[in-house]
């Protein structure tokens, strides 16, 4: 009975962190359309540009942060690590200090 509730929370634990892992590689993949536009747009609506960058990396905080709650608890290493494989060199090239669940 045990074991059943264990495997049925791991599994409710991965499911949860699916999806704000899609929200962080859709914000991902949106960033290079942001730095393309502000090179290429009109002027008078580089601020919306710039804005709308700074809401990606947000939505891609926020998704991490989402994700990693859900990483913290899951027993699968392999699942963990493919994760942040994902997220941490994407953050990490984007110079953002990525504190993690430091100081819970």
Not at 26 to 48: F, Q, T, W, Y
Request: glycine residues 6%.
């Amino acid at each position: 009975m045990f074991d059943a509730r264990r495997t049925a929370i791991q599994l409710a634990l991965k499911a949860s962190s699916e999806a704000p892992f899609e929200l962080f590689k859709r914000c991902l993949a949106m960033l290079p359309h942001a730095d393309r536009l502000e090179k290429i747009g009109n002027p008078s609506v580089l601020s919306d540009v710039i804005v709308g960058r700074y809401l990606l990396v947000a939505g891609l905080m926020s998704a991490m942060a989402n994700v990693e709650v859900n990483l913290a608890s899951i027993d699968d290493a392999e699942f963990c690590k493919a994760k942040r494989e994902v997220m941490l060199p994407a953050i990490g090239s984007m110079g953002v200090n990525w504190r993690g669940l430091a100081g819970r």
